[in-house]
């Protein structure tokens, strides 16, 4: 079992001194460093896309259907309200590609979009299949977040579980998540009986995606050596997988303002000028 690369972010430890970071996805000031805060448990509200299927709906066991639960089966055995797709015992009717390392998917859809931080699943019968999380980004691509090959020799286990595999959590909010199987390797059928996903709805302030722009503004009429100090990770949430603490430098340099005047001019004295002598008209003598 192991962490896959996930998405590669940064994250800020330090703000600068001297002026402000401009966030370019919406021109926002990033003011504070602070974690996502009040983690929420969900169920899946539909089922937008499966592989297979034991009976449809209308038969009322073994089907997708059964994933749309709070109240799944917590013991070890098979249970027709659980999901119970059809490859079984090495049957990879899926394999078409054989570079295709799973045989069964579910895609799920959950109320509130969320950044996930841990995801529970169910496994009632034949425990063990599931090789691969994933998380519908924004954009409409699938982001992996855990996955794993899973061992031919790898001993059955007879016992009821509750799988959460080390993801690495997401710094965009979805409601949308792909659970991928390989029953293969597992004798008898493979069942889930739920699928819970646990997340925050606010977003972390301080993260953010590799490749993403950020902008330095200085404080005004500010000039001078100002930094910001970060560190980078390829498993958010994970404090093992960031690197040691970088620091980037910003240099202002002064720039010649142009004068001005502050207050209302005033100004006093006479205006000069050339004043035209009136002639004096002389009497006509009589």
């Known amino acids: ?11 800020i430890t330090k703000l600068p ?10 021109n926002t000031v990033l003011n ?7 983690e929420i448990e969900q169920w899946p509200i539909k089922v937008v896309d499966f592989s297979t299927e034991y009976w449809p709906p209308e ?10 639960t709070k109240n799944p089966t917590i013991k070890y055995g098979d249970s027709g309200a659980a999901w119970s797709p059809l ?11 054989s570079t295709l390392f799973y045989t069964e998917f579910v895609h799920l859809r959950y109320p509130l979009p969320v950044l996930i931080r841990s995801i529970y699943i169910y496994e009632n019968l034949n425990p063990g299949s599931v090789v691969r999380v994933r998380a519908l980004k924004p954009n409409g691509q699938w982001q992996t977040l855990w996955k794993r090959f899973l061992d031919p020799d790898s001993p059955e286990i007879l016992d009821f579980v509750v799988f959460s595999p080390p993801i690495c959590g997401t710094v965009f909010s979805t409601t949308d998540i792909r659970i991928e199987l390989d029953t293969c390797h597992n004798p008898g059928w493979s069942e889930l009986s739920g699928i819970m996903l646990v997340g925050t709805i606010d977003k972390p302030q301080g993260v953010i995606e590799m490749g993403s722009l950020i902008n330095y503004r200085p404080a005004s009429y500010w000039n001078g050596m100002d930094s910001i100090r970060f560190v980078i990770s390829d498993c958010y949430g994970d404090r093992l997988r960031r690197s040691v603490e970088h620091t980037f430098n910003y240099t202002v340099k002064p720039v010649q303002n142009a004068p001005w005047l502050s207050g209302s001019p005033t100004a006093e004295g006479k205006q000069y000028g050339t004043k035209k002598k009136k002639k004096k008209k002389k009497k006509k003598k009589k």
């Open 32 to 38: 504070a460093i602070l974690p996502a805060l009040y």
């Open 17 to 26: 001194d001297n002026g402000d970071i401009l966030l370019s996805v919406n």
């Open 1 to 11: 079992q192991r962490r896959v690369h996930g998405m590669i972010v940064i994250e």
């Open 87 to 97: 490859t079984i015992d090495g049957n990879c009717i899926n394999r078409g590609d």
């Open 59 to 68: 038969k009322g066991a073994y089907s997708n259907q059964g994933l749309l």
